[in-house]
């Protein structure tokens, strides 16, 4: 499916041509637009204890009930890609997900809310697999950490862009407004996929004709030299059409990858769900003002995330595990120094903010996007599998590091409720620090 196009040599993006760039951009936009109906839950939590007198643990239920479909529908059926194609994938992701959330601020039942809700996780939870997908599957090597990069700026792009939706919804409409146009918009897009989005280039060979051609290459892209040598995993059923957990676990890095990207995700929900309460509650900002400068951590997010490789590249050359954990330090450091000035006025706290930001979101092109296409490759060339499972690690990656999604709804209303606002902040610094030293652990191991 899609409609063809003629090819077109874009020399700044190496070997792209129009087939893939097309792809990266219905890619980019259709998960971009995914946060339309994520971030109307974080922007309109005050409003919505207000109506409807909930607590801040029942505003954690929340977003538990989202974010336990999202990690587990991924972990079980990552695979769904690799099996019927991103573009049928990425289709029912936009059109069940638009389902799911265009009524949802016609109720006040909260199960009503959290069963609504878990429809919406499990809708989305394949999205960023899929894309994965359809972008190692119409970019070649060479092009595909370039096409990687550009597409994490989605998250953080559409994040900023969400909020301040968000923010115009609530201010002109309720809570209650947040969710019908944003439901359209993504069931429009559902059709756009379908229609235009190709499942793979037609230039490109097979996955597992690449991988056969240069195994070395797909070996060294994850600094795996140490541990060429073990398990028994790589000499398993070959025949599998999809990897086993322990086979999974037994690809050099997966873990360590896998357990930072939780911690990382951990805090940054903290922030996309909390962050605007935190500021009302904490630093007695209006809830306008308080969603417009909660923007901030998502903008510092479309810089870090665009500029990441680059920067890894010119300071980290091929240290990119230990050069990511020292973006995680400099993160935590941004962190403290929100915490030390948060009396000094918005200026102060926009410029930490934004800050802290660009490390915690930065280095998603790598965690959950550039190094699970290389395992894919490697997993390939050890003949752990003969069929291409890069959205099955993608899904597996982004899926165990979406329980931090689900630990911070719970954790955050609990310390709230208990300890108060400024515990929470000092608890997401401590969980940055964590994710730094499990990466400077991995960089020190290989």
């Known amino acids: 499916p899609g409609f063809p196009i003629p090819s077109l040599d874009l020399k700044r993006f190496g070997t792209m041509d129009t087939v893939g760039v097309r792809a990266l951009f219905i890619c980019w936009v259709s998960y971009a637009s995914t946060y339309l109906l994520r971030k109307p839950l974080g922007v309109g939590k005050s409003a919505m204890a207000a109506s409807l007198g909930l607590s801040a643990s029942h505003l954690g239920l929340l977003d538990t009930a989202m974010f336990v479909p999202y990690a587990g529908v991924q972990l079980y059926f990552g695979w769904m890609a690799d099996a019927i194609g991103p573009r049928r994938t990425l289709a029912c992701v936009l059109g069940a997900s638009a389902l799911s959330m265009v009524t949802f601020g016609s109720w006040s039942s909260l199960g009503m809310l959290l069963f609504l809700l878990f429809c919406n996780g499990a809708a989305q939870s394949l999205g960023w697999s899929a894309c994965v997908k359809a972008l190692s599957a119409n970019f070649d090597s060479d092009s595909q950490s370039k096409a990687m990069s550009l597409f994490s700026t989605s998250s953080f792009v559409g994040g900023v862009v969400a909020t301040a939706v968000a923010v115009h919804l609530l201010a002109s409409g309720g809570w209650r407004a947040m969710f019908v146009a944003p439901s359209l918009c993504l069931a429009a897009l559902a059709a756009v996929v379908w229609l235009f989005l190709t499942d793979r280039h037609p230039g490109l060979p097979a996955p597992s004709q690449a991988a056969r051609t240069d195994p070395k290459d797909a070996e060294e892209a994850i600094g795996s030299s140490k541990s060429s040598s073990s398990s028994s995993s790589s000499t398993t059923s070959a025949a599998s059409s999809s990897l086993s957990f322990r086979q999974l676990l037994g690809i050099p890095l997966l873990p360590e990858v896998t357990l930072a990207y939780l911690c990382v995700k951990l805090v940054r929900y903290a922030f996309y769900m909390w962050l605007p309460m935190y500021l009302s509650n904490q630093l007695a900002y209006s809830d306008t003002e308080a969603g417009l400068v909660s923007m901030t951590f998502e903008i510092g997010g ?145």
């Open 302 to 446: 479309v810089a870090g995330s665009a500029g990441m490789g680059f920067f890894l590249d010119k300071v980290f050359p091929k240290r990119e595990i230990f050069g990511t954990g020292a973006v995680l330090a400099a993160c935590t450091a941004s962190l403290v120094l929100f915490s030390l000035t948060s009396s000094f006025g918005m200026a102060a706290n926009v410029l930490f903010m934004v800050i802290a930001g660009a490390g915690n979101c930065g280095v998603d092109p790598i965690l959950s996007g550039t190094l699970p296409v290389s395992m894919a490759k490697s997993a390939l060339a050890r003949g752990i599998t003969t069929t291409d499972p890069t959205s099955q690690i993608a899904g597996f990656v982004n899926g165990i590091a979406s329980f931090g999604a689900i630990i911070e709804g719970l954790m955050i209303g609990l310390i709230a409720d208990n300890f108060g606002w400024q515990a929470v902040f000092y608890t997401m610094t401590a969980m940055s620090m964590l994710t730094a030293a499990i990466l400077f652990r991995a960089a020190a191991a290989l």
